[in-house]
């Protein structure tokens, strides 16, 4: 029943990671920022001298990695010729 559903979802990431290969890995990469940010909130705290708040860069980096891959999810959909997406 769900089978041709969750084949369909596999092949749309597949296709969204084969395409736009360099925005998906950069917000990976921002996602496993976020995910040291709290493993340093769970061992040190969120205060961090001088002046310093760890809870910023987890929102900070969570939310760039998420609007990051968000973005390479849609931009296929824009069907910019190949010439406008290198300038952007």
Do not use: C, H, Y
Not at 80 to 88: F, V
């Amino acid at each position: 029943m769900f089978q041709p559903m969750v084949t369909d979802a596999l092949a749309s990431i597949k296709g969204v990671l084969q395409r736009e290969f360099a925005l998906v890995m950069t917000g990976v990469i921002s996602l496993i920022f976020a995910v040291i940010a709290v493993i340093i909130i769970f061992f040190n705290g969120t205060e961090v001298p001088p002046e310093g708040n760890m809870e910023n860069v987890f929102s900070f980096s969570a939310a760039t990695g998420i609007f990051i891959i968000s973005l390479a999810i849609i931009f296929p959909e824009t069907r910019l010729n190949l010439q406008l997406r290198k300038r952007i």
